[in-house]
């Protein structure tokens, strides 16, 4: 018998720019690919046209990710804005082609506040589309002249 365990996962570099000063702040955290991810994983495989993965939304929430998440805790915690992440941004990574890596930014004045989740959807609404992963982490205070930019590698091992 053949036991094959494959799993995506993933992890996120966060880097905080003050625009006027050149400060840089980074995090490291991983996520949690939720059951829609998954599922939405599933049925591109299969060729169902659902849409790509080309939106990322920071937030306010901090309960943990759970599985059966469909969108984050307070969508609507900063300005409800969903960053579309540019399309030459989005690598194929590793020569085993077992990963993606999504980029998106914000620049000064966008999404100020104590951001501590962020998610990766497929539709910029805030209430439509599927939700591909989440996580919470550490506040990272986005003040009005900062820049934010998030690396999100998706790995399917």
Known sequence: MIVENVKPNGKLRLVLTDTITGEVKEDHTENLIVTVGRAHIASRMEGVTDAVMDWMQVSTGTTIPAAGNTDLETPAGLDATKQQMDTTTIVTENV??????????????????????????????????????????????????????????????
Not at 125 to 130: F, I, K, P, V
Not at 140 to 145: A, F
């Open 96 to 157: 085993t082609d077992d990963s993606i890596e999504f980029v998106a930014s914000w620049a000064a004045g966008e999404d100020t506040g104590a951001i501590t989740e962020a998610g990766i959807f497929n539709n910029s609404a805030t209430s439509t589309g599927d939700m591909l992963a989440r996580t919470t982490f550490s506040v990272i205070n986005k003040g009005v002249n900062d820049s934010l930019t998030i690396t999100w590698r998706i790995t399917i091992a």
